[in-house]
């Protein structure tokens, strides 16, 4: 199977991303790209650049609704975006964030809200961060039928208690921490995991000791994928960004061009043109005027 799916001589459609693909993609050492995404248009942006997994991520609450991080994000605002994704592709994988608050308390509560995701949204999986009691969490939902992916090292939805938005496993003894939460995510039935900010040295020795995929966000190149942010790679977000990551292209500033100059044309009354207008029969305009001038109005 292509991790770009392309559709058939009989015209047969585009064969989705399954998780048996992921798990074969990384025992043949083909890397899995994965992108977040949290509207129609960028599902389907993604989609016809043929990533292999979308991610709904938190980070939205940031990108797109403009909280200074993830934590305030409620689960009813992550389900419309994940149904806005769902909506708009059909082929890569799509897991959805669990947003802060909405899993910790028990399992009930876990998988409760993962099965809004899974059957109101149309996610295919969920994703829970940390290690500790998220490890019991992961397991319940595992058992529930739910497909969940873990995240370790820098865990956003917990980063104060980590001393900020900065990398995690930059001794011996942090790096052996994340490594146990990992292992434990990995046998609690996780399909996949997330690395954030951890130093390549650490990623690279942790890998022995893993055998499902790792996509890796700022873990350095010894990961079977990569994910970025969708408004950080396309350099959409003002805000700042973290060393990880790479711009592929600038659009914040072609956007403000854009609409700069449109907003230049409509108050030079450039804007619209004729060519942007609706035509009317010379005899039905002045059959207006007659039925207005009439009418008194």
């Known amino acids: 199977m292509s991790a770009r799916p392309t559709p058939a001589e009989d015209g047969a459609a585009p064969v989705p991303v399954t998780f048996a693909e ?26 016809a650049a043929g990533v292999d997994i979308v991610l709904v991520g938190d980070s939205g609450a940031m990108t797109v609704l403009g909280y200074d991080s993830t934590v305030p994000v409620t689960v009813d605002e992550m389900l419309m975006l994940t149904k806005a994704v769902r909506r708009g592709m059909t082929v890569p994988l799509l897991v959805a964030d669990l947003p802060f608050g ?3 308390v028990s399992d009930e509560q876990a998988i409760r809200t993962a099965l809004r995701f899974v059957k109101e949204a149309g996610a295919d999986a969920v994703k829970i961060e940390r290690g500790g009691t998220s490890v019991d969490r992961a397991r319940a939902l595992v058992a529930a039928g739910i497909p969940v992916m873990g995240h370790v090292g820098l865990t956003p939805q917990t980063a104060a208690t980590l ?3 900065r990398s995690q ?5 942090d790096a052996a921490r994340v490594c146990h939460e990992a292992i434990e995510l990995q046998d609690a039935g996780c399909f996949a995991l997330v690395f954030e900010a951890i130093p390549s040295a ?13 996509i890796g966000i700022g873990a350095g190149p010894d990961v079977d994928g990569q994910v970025l942010v969708f408004h950080d790679l396309l350099g959409i977000y003002g805000g700042p960004t973290a060393r990880f990551v790479k711009r592929y292209a600038h659009l ?22 004729p060519e942007h207008g609706y035509g009317m029969p010379d005899a039905e305009a002045e059959r207006l ?3 207005l001038a009439d009418s008194g109005r």
Do not use: K
């Open 202 to 214: 650490a990623t690279t020795a942790m890998r022995p000791y893993l055998r499902v995929p790792v």
């Open 102 to 104: 909405s899993y910790e």
């Open 252 to 273: 914040r500033g072609e956007m403000i061009d854009a609409v700069a100059a449109y907003a230049g044309e409509v108050r030079a009354r450039q804007y619209p043109g």
């Open 169 to 173: 496993g930059r001794t011996a003894d």
């Open 163 to 165: 001393g900020g938005y």
């Open 22 to 47: 992921i798990a074969r993609r990384r025992a043949a050492g083909e890397p899995i790209v994965m992108v977040t995404a949290y509207d129609y248009p960028g599902a389907q942006v993604a989609e």
């Open 289 to 291: 005027r007659v039925l």
